[in-house]
């Protein structure tokens, strides 16, 4: 079992910038691809960005590209999402997710998600 728990969500003007972290607990951390997901009021929940097992290797949402960027640190059992440029279309509540695949072109789907973290609300102003 993995638990998952993020934080650093809260206020942010639009064009600012948050970093989200997810710690995980257990010693199983590096076993897993790591994503982060985001979901809207009145919308589906949908992938943001993901890193490989290693840390090697990233791929992104066409929304954040460019503006987001994940990051991991095995040694300590987190996974961060640095977030600039932010926009109001960015508000969501966004929660850490593990899975034991990886994929370079393409998003996990939600069933391929092994353990998610509670999530932690991010919203963004004008």
């Known amino acids: 079992q993995v638990e998952l728990v993020e934080s650093g969500g809260g206020l942010v003007q639009a064009g600012g910038s948050l970093r989200l972290s997810c710690t995980a607990s257990?010693?199983?951390?590096?076993?897993?691809?790591m994503d982060w997901f985001r979901q809207a009021p009145g919308k589906e929940r949908e992938f943001v960005a993901g890193?490989?097992?290693?840390?090697?290797?990233?791929y992104y949402a066409d929304s954040v590209k460019g503006r987001f960027t994940i990051s991991r640190d095995n040694a300590k059992n987190t996974v961060f999402l640095q977030m600039s440029s932010m926009t109001f279309e960015d508000t969501a509540v966004y929660y850490c997710?593990?899975?034991?695949?990886?994929?370079?072109?393409?998003?996990?789907?939600?069933?391929?998600?092994?353990?998610w973290g509670q999530g932690t609300q991010v919203t963004v102003s004008s």
């Open positions: 997710a593990a899975s034991t695949l990886f994929y370079s072109h393409s998003s996990p789907t939600l069933r391929e998600i092994d353990y």
């Open positions: 890193i490989n097992k290693g840390g090697t290797m990233t």
């Open positions: 257990g010693n199983a951390f590096s076993s897993y691809a």
